[in-house]
């Protein structure tokens, strides 16, 4: 079985803990309309490579969200104990942001954004 089948046999299709907060504010929506998902351009599959290969990690989740009309592909990666979000631009695979997860005082997870 090759790797990116592998990885995407373990991948969860839920929202990653850095889309949340604009989730909630109602900036991003799940795509799961096949009219919508027709859209992108590449499959969630090449946006996890992409993912992986920005972050040398391992995907553990992956979603797809409507952003104000542009459709991003939003995936978590695991390189040790680092956990990363990575959005990718579905039309195109550009890779948008990549931001870094850090253990906050209290133990919750505490997001540090760097631009790709």
């Known amino acids: 079985m ?6 995407l046999g373990g991948v969860l299709v839920l929202a990653t803990a850095a889309a949340l907060p604009a989730y909630a504010a109602g900036q991003m929506k799940p795509v799961d309309d096949a009219k919508e998902l027709s859209k992108a351009h590449i499959s969630m599959i090449k946006a ?3 993912a992986q290969k920005a972050t ?6 992956a979603q797809l969200f409507d952003e104000k009309g542009a ?13 990363m979000n990575v959005d ?8 948008l942001a990549t931001r870094s997860e850090h253990p906050a005082p209290n133990g ?3 997001v540090k954004s760097k631009p790709s």
């Open 2 to 7: 090759s790797p990116i089948k592998s990885v």
């Open 48 to 50: 996890i490579s992409l």
């Open 71 to 83: 459709l991003i592909y939003t995936v978590e990666t695991v390189h040790g104990k680092q956990v």
């Open 88 to 95: 990718v631009r579905a039309t195109d695979g550009r890779v």
């Open 108 to 110: 919750a997870a505490a």
């Open 56 to 61: 040398h990690g391992k995907a553990t989740r």
